[in-house]
């Protein structure tokens, strides 16, 4: 199974832009890499999905180098309402791809000071 | 935009009692999951249902749980005879028909048993 590591937690400013980096040294060839935000006493909410190269969304981007063993989220100009703890996480296919076990860590909390 | 909805938002059960935690998937996702978090701690996985059957389950997901989708837009888990370490946050996920689509989570339903 892929472990995930990232920074325990980051601190930040209103208006700077984030990035995150998470490793996956044991990335299998057919995983996608996921990011989800979580605030307190909320689901997780999904983020942004990749699989190589760079994606991008409303929200943020997702760096994935050519070995695919770590990736960065970037969340560009955050604001006080990012304050949450974002999770790396890499799927873990089974059962012909039916089936999908996603192993979480403990996750980044980042916060945002005004 | 559709939302995963579980119901209750807040749970308080006696040691010993039976409870069923309700959700609502996205009314076109195939993938069913339980998720639970226990406060300050990482999000575990306890079981994925596809197909009106039980796909995996973690160690977690022992004789004391089951899941149900008793009709076409409910999916439940029941704890039986809950203990104390059982007080959780737990979240029920879906996502859609392809397996590296991502999960959409409630916003949980947090067990207290007392």
């Known amino acids: 199974l892929a472990k995930t590591t990232q920074p325990i937690s980051m601190d930040s400013y209103e208006g700077q832009e984030v990035n995150i980096t998470c490793s996956h040294n044991?990335?299998?060839?057919?995983?996608?890499i996921t990011w989800y935000q979580q605030f307190p006493s909320q689901g997780p909410r999904f983020i942004i999905q990749?699989?190589?190269?760079?994606v991008t969304n409303e929200v943020a981007s997702l760096f994935i180098p050519a070995d695919r063993k770590s990736s960065t989220l970037s969340l560009p100009r955050v604001s006080l309402s990012d304050t949450a703890v974002y999770y790396c996480?890499?799927?873990?296919?089974?059962?012909?791809?039916?089936?999908?076990?996603?192993?979480w860590g403990l996750g980044t909390s980042l916060a945002v000071n005004p | 935009e559709p939302e995963v909805t579980q119901t209750p938002s807040h749970q308080v059960t006696q040691m010993g009692q039976e409870v069923i935690l309700r959700c609502v998937p996205i009314?076109?996702?195939?993938?069913f999951y339980w998720y639970r978090q226990i406060l300050g701690q990482k999000v575990e996985f306890l079981v994925s249902?596809?197909?009106?059957?039980?796909?995996?389950k973690s160690e977690i997901f022992d004789d004391q749980f089951s899941v149900e989708r008793p009709d076409g837009s409910n999916f439940t888990l029941k704890i039986r005879s809950t203990k104390l370490e059982d007080s959780a946050m737990y979240f029920c996920?879906?996502?859609?028909?392809?397996?590296?689509?991502?999960?959409?989570f409630g916003n949980g339903t947090r067990l207290t048993v007392t």
């Open positions: 990749g699989y190589k190269t760079k």
């Open positions: 044991n990335i299998a060839t057919n995983d996608y």
């Open positions: 996480l890499v799927g873990v296919f089974y059962n012909a791809g039916n089936n999908r076990k996603l192993i």
């Open positions: 009314s076109n996702h195939l993938y």
């Open positions: 249902f596809y197909n009106n059957e039980i796909s995996e």
């Open positions: 996920a879906s996502s859609h028909r392809e397996p590296d689509s991502p999960l959409h």
